[in-house]
């Protein structure tokens, strides 16, 4: 599938406009049910970009396997997605690509680039992470004092205040470097895999963390130490975990078996919004956009749209879609 | 010339275009063929028969119906209709694949066809591996096919800039990264510690079939040589494998269809092309006509089409290979995986130890017998735990709990979470064998997905008794069978899954073993039929031989076998044979009268009679010898 449009052009268009939001809304969404290698892939897939009328528009390649996305700050062009095969690399704004990993990299699970050090890119892999310093030019392994084994890492995000400090989800806990991954540690040990992690938009040392079995998590200190938010089922898997960017008491937690749980109390209760999405309530990804309206993908459906934060839905686009990840991306870092 | 003779000709002549000889014919002798010429004259017959089926299928004046890339192959191979099908590549390559499964059928028509294809088309081919995003996938014959077609496509176009390539890489870059692929693959993996996918029943096409066009096409000579060594290698281990071309269990990946009718899989498609002892699947396999038009440049070495072929003594193999990659709940990325096989002219055993090897495919242990006709043969008996378990699929799959088990069942493995499930590995089974005596003992997690063992029972047993001693006795073949179930169960029919997609199930006959408890086990023996008088002195043999057994607190069984090995097998222990517990730990890669090489070596010995190979990938040097 040739490239429809050019992700910049998008950004500049909405960046003319005055009032225009100051986040855009982002997705990486998988529309090819039951695609398994060797078979025809037969929609659009890969990253989805909401326009200021709501549409969601197609940009990049056509990839069933992409996972996350992330962008240079200093220049939206360049573009990164973690993918089935690894990493690859956008340059000109999604007309070209390259694969960046070298053969025994794969199933890129996440990917983060260090705002602080934009030529910094964190790759999250079925085993370990890899780290670019040169805009993904070249990937190495950077793995000191993550475990031989554990070592699954599912999500990778980079905090936005300080240079090389990252954190790392893994299957025997949460590691943290500070150092651009020359050194990890583990902050917090967790039974399986840990599959989200998230830095506030608010308060950049508040951290969420979601687990396959040990319910949610978070952190007031930077990600250093971590409580258990106890009002979140930890009998089954939590799949994602997101903030709300206009409200900092509000988190959602995407869940195939609990469906959709909110807390509009800054974790202290959470409720299950499950009503007016369809029975069983399979929900592979939950998002926040803009302007707080909470979005759930449910496996087999469609993507579902709540304008009060989960107490009612309505169905969106993008039928037959599983949102692997949503993204707000800054404006005003343009 | 009226209609109706004009429809009658129609139909013949349909009857005859899709004809396959070697499909339909009664099968083919499995007694060797002495003479080395008759012998490579026979396998080219067999390639040509391939190749005219393939383009007897072909209708040229709906070539948008009838010609796909293996289609084109075969003609641009036959040296017929270049201009047809050059537009139809350019018509395909419009609406290009993504993925090793559409990789390496595109570059068997990029070279068969660079010097026949006209400008255009092989512009158009060009055009897509710079345009689609190819997927190199998740499992091991994935890359192999991805790596292998990557290489032979950037040596096509050598000194090609990134921005022509869908990689986003040069042509050097995708040649290097494809060829640092490909030696590792076969230096630090296959040659030194095992494939993950051994003896596949499916999956050898996807590895033989890149090895041959490296073997033919690659301008390295370097490359040209592996691929040819590695031909050696897999076929050598299909041929010591095989039980008049039937490959047996067991098998790190296979479906319901293989793994019940044995030989109905794409290895057999290769024993009759290769060894010329067995009928091929219908449609040569599928996959495998890709091998036909390049088949001239590959000659199969005397000494493995003789251990293909000579059943005339017993012999027991043991070899040593891999599990899948574990990327979550395993302390070892591949851990290593046991195989003991033994055959013998009427029947073979063969079972692994170790981990679980592939969460969804893989067939632990059976006893297979000969038939002088396999097809429509269902010449099996084994037994397993119907497994079925996120959390296994998590250990092998970057993927969550929930998700897997409903997603596979859609994607060619329809069977995976049915409570009568005969195909796929369980982590509560633990297997020891003995030559023709097969211990499989189970010790099942309460609340697990499924608290039951299956065990199959063929429609084509015969006498199938159940003996008040416990024993079940069968004949299969010219194989006396004797299945001790150690728990109580009931018999349900068998119902089969026809086909990857299918969503039904059906009656094919057979019958299932289903027996409802935690501690459970298996104990198979077999002889054949020459050994006994009758039927009833096997039996009798059996029932007399001493046997001791508990379920608790672990399944334990100690006993001797109709070989007089006294055997002791405790769930999760080693076992004993004759007071020597068996130390996996030093089994070798490949060990036996046939094959042998060492763990980290790099290299096999082929061994048959006077004649010897040696396959050295520290050298990359093939040794011939012939000893007095």
């Known amino acids: 599938m040739r490239i429809k449009t050019l992700f910049a052009s998008l950004f500049l268009a909405a960046a003319a406009q005055a009032a225009a939001p100051v986040y855009d809304f982002i997705i990486c969404a998988n529309i090819n049910r039951n695609y ?31 996972t996350a996305v992330a962008f240079d700050p200093r220049d939206r062009n360049v573009v990164y997605t973690s993918a089935m095969n690894g990493l690859w690399r956008s340059l000109d704004g999604g007309k070209t690509w390259r694969m ?28 370990g992470v890899a780290v670019s310093t040169d805009r993904a030019q070249t990937l190495v392994r950077k793995e000191n004092g993550l475990p031989a084994r554990g070592k699954y890492t599912q999500a990778i995000k980079v905090d936005r205040t300080q240079a090389g400090r990252v954190l790392a989800a893994c299957e025997i806990g949460i590691y943290l470097t500070e150092d651009g991954a020359n050194n990890w540690r583990q902050v917090l040990a967790t039974k399986e895999t840990v599959t989200d992690i998230q830095q506030s938009p608010h308060d950049p040392a508040v951290w969420l963390a979601a687990t396959q079995s040990a319910g949610a998590f978070i952190s007031r200190d930077s990600g250093v130490t971590w409580q258990n938010l106890p009002g979140v089922p930890s009998d089954r898997a939590l799949y994602n975990i997101t903030f709300d960017v206009t409200n900092p008491q509000r988190f959602a937690i995407g869940s195939w078996a609990h469906g959709v749980l909110t807390s509009e109390d800054g974790g202290a209760t959470w409720t299950a919004r499950n009503a007016g999405l369809p029975e069983g309530h399979c929900v592979w990804r939950v998002g926040v956009d803009p302007e707080g309206r909470l979005y759930a993908s449910v496996v087999k459906e469609t993507l579902y749209v709540s304008d009060d934060f989960g107490r009612t839905w309505r169905r969106d686009a993008l039928e037959g879609s599983l949102v692997n990840s949503f993204l707000l991306l800054p404006r005003a870092a343009q | 010339m009226n209609r109706l003779p004009l429809f009658l000709l129609a139909l013949a002549a349909t009857v005859t275009l899709s004809a396959q000889p070697s499909f339909e014919a009664p099968p083919p002798p499995t007694a060797p063929v002495q003479d080395a010429g008759k012998r490579h004259d026979e396998y080219l017959k067999r390639v040509q028969e391939v190749l005219d089926w393939r383009a007897g299928r072909i209708d040229i004046t709906q070539p948008e119906k009838h010609l796909d890339m293996a289609a084109i192959a075969v003609l641009l191979t036959r040296g017929e209709h270049y201009d047809v099908c050059s537009q139809r590549v350019i018509e395909l390559m419009k609406d290009p694949g993504t993925g090793p499964f559409w990789m390496f059928p595109a570059v068997c028509v990029a070279y068969t066809g660079r010097d026949k294809l006209t ?22 014959n994935h890359w192999l096919m991805y790596y292998a077609s990557l290489y032979l496509m950037a040596e096509l176009y050598p000194n090609e800039p990134a921005e022509t390539w869908y990689s986003g890489k040069s042509s050097a870059e995708n040649l290097a990264e494809s060829r640092e692929y490909l030696v590792h693959w076969m230096d630090e993996l296959t040659t030194s510690v095992g494939q993950g996918e051994y003896n596949p029943s499916h999956y050898i096409g996807e590895y033989a079939i890149p090895m041959l066009f490296m073997a033919t096409w690659a301008k390295d000579p370097e490359m040209r040589i592996r691929g040819k060594m590695m031909l050696d ?10 039980l008049n071309g039937v490959l047996r269990g067991p098998n790190s990946r296979t479906d319901e269809g293989s793994a019940i009718e044995r030989w109905n899989a794409l290895s057999s498609y290769f024993s009759w092309l290769l060894f010329g002892n067995t009928p091929t699947p219908s449609g040569y396999g599928g996959w495998g006509v890709y091998f036909a038009p390049v088949a001239h440049n590959y000659q199969l070495p005397e000494v493995i089409y003789r251990i293909a072929t000579d059943r005339s003594g017993d012999y027991l193999q043991r070899d040593r290979a891999r599990t899948r990659r574990y990327w979550r709940y395993s302390d070892v990325l591949s851990p290593p995986v046991y195989k003991t096989n033994y055959l013998r002219r009427d029947y073979a055993v063969g079972s692994t130890q170790g981990i679980v090897n592939d969460a969804i495919q893989s067939h632990v242990w059976d006893v297979t017998w000969a038939e002088p006709d396999p097809r429509g043969k269902h010449n099996t008996m084994f037994s397993l735990h119907p497994h079925s378990s996120p959390k296994w699929m998590q250990s092998q799959f970057a993927t969550y709990p929930e998700a897997m088990i409903t997603a596979v069942t859609f994607e060619g493995k329809p069977s995976y979470d049915s409570p009568d499930k005969i195909l796929g590995a369980s982590p509560y089974e633990k297997v020891f064998q003995d030559l023709d005596t097969v211990i499989a003992l189970y010790d099942i997690e309460p609340g697990e997905r499924f608290e039951h063992i299956n065990g ?12 008040s001693s416990g024993w079940i006795f069968a004949q299969g073949g010219r194989a006396y069978l004797a299945y001790r179930p150690l728990a109580p169960y009931h018999w349900i029919p068998y119902l089969h899954y026809n086909g990857g997609w299918a969503k039904e199930k059906l009656p094919l006959g057979g019958k299932l073993l289903v027996s409802p408890h935690l501690k459970n086990g298996t104990i198979v023996q077999a002889a054949s039929v020459d050994e006994f008088a009758d039927f009833a002195a096997f039996q009798a043999a059996i029932k007399a031989l001493p046997l001791r057994f508990a379920l608790d607190p672990v399944p334990t069984v100690t006993m001797q076998t109709l070989r007089g090995k006294q055997v002791t097998f405790t769930y999760g222990q080693t076992p004993v044979i004759d007071g020597q517990p068996l130390d996996y730990s030093k089994w070798k890669l490949f060990e036996g009268p046939y094959l042998n090489a060492e763990v980290g070596g790099r290299k096999m010995t082929i061994t048959h009679g006077h004649l010897k190979r040696i396959l050295d990938f520290n050298t990359l040097t093939i040794t011939d010898q012939v000893t007095k």
């Open chain 1, 36 to 66: 398994v290698i060797g078979s025809k892939i037969t929609t659009l897939n890969g990253v989805y970009i909401r326009d200021d009328a709501g549409a969601w528009t197609h940009h990049g390649y056509n990839d069933t396997g992409i």
């Open chain 2, 119 to 140: 400008p255009e088309a092989q512009k158009a081919i060009r055009e897509a591996w710079r345009t689609t995003r190819q997927l190199r996938g998740d499992t091991e």
């Open chain 2, 456 to 467: 199959f029972f063929s429609k084509d047993l015969v006498n199938v008794t159940e003996d």
């Open chain 1, 100 to 127: 960046c990993n070298s053969w025994d990299m794969t199933e890129g699970r996440d990917v983060a680039v260090d705002p602080n050090a934009p030529d910094h890119v964190y790759l999250a892999i079925t085993d």
């Open chain 2, 233 to 242: 290698w897999l076929f050598a281990e299909l041929a010591a494998n095989t």
